[in-house]
């Protein structure tokens, strides 16, 4: 916007230099245009050019990342979704609660997994839609306040605390991904929790004999088959 508010004067004084080569009056000096090279004319060309692309982009979208959304299917891989349980009914309670006007979150799936025909939920399965920028911040409230010491706790009040916490490759579809054991006193769970633009999922394994690596793995393959991209 600078070099366009600078650009109509020295139009103006182009234009007065006929006049004043006419009466005779002493030449104006020539606009700042007529001084720069012809090479950094082309440069600053390309300048705005970008400029003006990326406002386009900013505006339109263009060239943004596809929006995600969670889709709990009724199988995914060797795992069953079962009926509701009260840790399934209780968690999907306590995430909706974040569904409020001003949040980032949009819509929240929760739903318990476990080997067909067993009829036991060993997978705890979560995922929110929302907007999240900042996919590694995403994950560091996730896990400091939505699974953290200072919301979670057991039936009998005792706190859960997160232990050994690190990142593992969040494979195609991008974002973060981290996992960590999730321990109480008597028992411990791990989980595995992923962010991206418009999705958050996490994934807890319920019978606290799977490893962060091991289950990092079983989390790709529930996110590729759980994030699906959203209809406009």
């Known amino acids: 916007m600078a070099d366009t508010e600078n650009d109509q004067p020295s139009e103006r004084a182009g234009g007065l230099q006929a006049i004043w080569a006419n009466t005779l009056e002493p030449v104006a000096p020539l606009p700042w245009y007529r001084k720069v090279s012809g090479k950094a004319v082309a440069v600053a060309a390309v ?47 306590r995430l909706q609660k974040n569904l409020t006007a001003l949040s980032r979150y ?30 590694r911040g995403e994950l560091d409230r996730q896990f400091g306040a939505v699974w953290g010491s200072d919301v979670s706790s057991d039936p009998d009040g005792s706190s859960e605390s997160i232990r050994g916490r690190r990142d593992y490759p969040a494979g195609p579809l991008g974002g973060a991904l981290d996992c960590a054991v999730l321990g109480g006193p008597t028992d411990a769970r791990t989980i595995c929790v992923w962010a991206d633009g418009t999705t958050v999922g996490g994934v807890i394994d319920g019978t606290g004999e799977t490893r962060p690596e091991d289950l990092a793995k079983r989390a790709l393959e529930i996110r590729t088959a759980v994030e699906v991209e959203a209809e406009d």
């Open 106 to 135: 949009r819509d929240v799936s929760v739903a318990g997994y476990g080997a067909a025909g067993s009829g036991r939920s060993t997978l705890l399965v979560a995922g929110m839609t929302g907007s999240f920028p900042d996919a």
């Open 47 to 93: 300048v705005v050019g970008l400029l003006t692309a990326l406002t386009v982009a900013a505006v339109t979208g263009a060239g943004a990342p596809p929006a995600h959304r969670i889709a709990l299917a009724d199988r995914i891989g060797d795992q069953e979704r079962m009926p509701d349980d009260q840790v399934v009914t209780a968690e999907r309670g």
